[in-house]
């Protein structure tokens, strides 16, 4: 195409091939082609796609296509809210915004009340007492079983000795 006028005639090209411009202006395209070898040119490869598009053979439906079509957009029309928003993409979106939420409130809450804080020199127990290691002791306990599995069990002080009906505990101070 060369000019204003070749990208005219080319807009009419459709419209000429079906017959349906004025006489005026399939004049007008017919003086162009007869004229301009490159609008002649994309008029044929146009014209021969078209032949062949004709040539292919129609399609035909079956007899309950359109009750079937309709039946399946009904049923689609009748989906719920919660159903419209789990086929939507935007519930996977919020799916991810809610997932990454969690993580990082997970990740907060680790940074303030962290589970089990690493500090040098000091060793935990499960009550929650800091023992310092390479310490003595400053007391050790002795147990002795007079009588187990007797259903009554209660324990007195007496001295340094914790009593019970089945057991008695001696506590002894001294160094390791």
Not at 12 to 33: C, G, M, P, W
Not at 63 to 83: G, M, P
Request: glycine residues 4%; charged residues 15%; contains cysteine.
């Amino acid at each position: 195409m060369q000019n204003t006028d070749c990208t005219f005639i080319c807009e009419q090209f459709t419209e000429y091939q079906d017959n349906s411009l004025s006489s005026k202006i399939r004049a007008r395209v017919d003086t162009h082609l007869a004229s301009c070898s490159s609008c002649s040119e994309i008029y044929q490869k146009l014209a021969g796609v078209i032949e062949t598009l004709h040539k292919l053979p129609t399609l035909q439906a079956s007899s309950d296509f359109n009750s079937t079509l309709l039946s399946r957009i009904e049923t689609l029309n009748q989906e719920t809210v919660w159903q419209k928003f789990y086929h939507s993409s935007s519930s996977r979106v919020a799916g991810y915004a809610i997932a990454a939420g969690l993580i990082v409130a997970i990740g907060i809450n680790i940074m303030i009340d962290p589970i089990s804080p690493v500090k040098t020199g000091i060793q935990s127990n499960f009550a929650g007492e800091q023992i310092k290691p390479n310490q003595p002791t400053e007391s050790l306990a002795e147990i002795s079983d007079s009588s187990a599995n007797h259903p009554v069990d209660s324990l007195t002080l007496q001295n340094s000795t914790i009593n019970s009906q089945n057991q008695s505990m001696q506590l002894v101070s001294g160094k390791k």
